[in-house]
């Protein structure tokens, strides 16, 4: 059964560091999405992404934040400049052009010191 | 404003007991409703969603939940609950006016006691 994969599982970065967080989503679907969850609270959404572009963003996706679909496969997320409060469990999903579930992947915990 | 409230932060069950886990939403219109369960360690598995139609949908490990929108829930129930139910379940409820977001509730940690 396809599913969504995200590497790596664990990043540890220094603060102001720049890290990128990388996932494929199933490979017919076209709708992809950022969440993260913070220890202990709830999932929040970050942003959608369709057709080569931001579909919706939240008020966390700030400039610090940006997405990309580099190839025909992969979409990451990348932080610009890491902040302590950036710690968090982040996990990409995707959804099919004819469906309404998002496919959620196993997350990547980032770790900033 | 779009919400979902869970309002049991924890529940604990016997195994082999009944379960049902609470979720209330608030949304403008038609909601499309999701619970998902996350095991520790683990991604957002789905367990059942709700779009149209019969307002008792079935999912997967033999859990059900029930829309009522007189009410604004969404209730996850199992007739009996197994060890490996031990887990933290979210409802979520689909913005389908915008990009197909999901809106989370806080979750309930599932603590089943042998």
């Known amino acids: 059964e396809p599913e969504v994969t995200q590497t790596p599982s664990h990043q540890v970065t220094q603060m102001g560091q720049e890290v990128i967080l990388r996932c494929v989503p199933i490979s017919n679907h076209l709708y992809f999405y950022w969440y993260r969850q913070i220890l202990g609270q709830k999932v929040e959404f970050l942003v959608s992404?369709?057709?080569?572009?931001?579909?919706?963003k939240s008020e966390i996706f700030d400039d610090q934040f940006s997405v990309e679909r580099p190839d025909g496969s992969n979409f990451t997320l990348k932080i610009r400049s890491t902040k302590l409060e950036d710690s968090a469990m982040y996990f990409c999903?995707?959804?099919?052009?004819?469906?309404?579930?998002?496919?959620f992947g196993p997350g990547t915990r980032l770790t900033v010191l | 404003a779009q919400s979902v409230t869970q309002p049991d932060i924890h529940i604990t069950v016997s195994e082999g007991a009944s379960l049902e886990l609470r979720c209330n939403y608030s949304?403008?219109?038609?909601?499309?409703l999701f619970w998902y369960v996350q095991s520790p360690g683990q991604g957002l598995q789905l367990l059942l969603k709700y779009f149209s139609g019969d307002t008792l949908v079935q999912g997967i490990k033999g859990f059900e939940a029930e829309f009522k929108r007189s009410q604004s829930s969404f209730n996850l129930r199992k007739p009996s609950v197994h060890w490996s139910d031990a887990a933290e379940y979210f409802c979520?409820?689909?913005?389908?006016?915008?990009?197909?977001?999901?809106?989370f509730g806080s979750g309930t940690r599932l603590l089943v006691r042998p």
């Open positions: 949304y403008g219109a038609t909601p499309y």
């Open positions: 992404f369709y057709n080569n572009e931001i579909s919706e």
């Open positions: 979520a409820v689909g913005a389908m006016d915008s990009s197909y977001k999901l809106i």
């Open positions: 999903a995707s959804r099919h052009s004819g469906r309404n579930e998002q496919f």
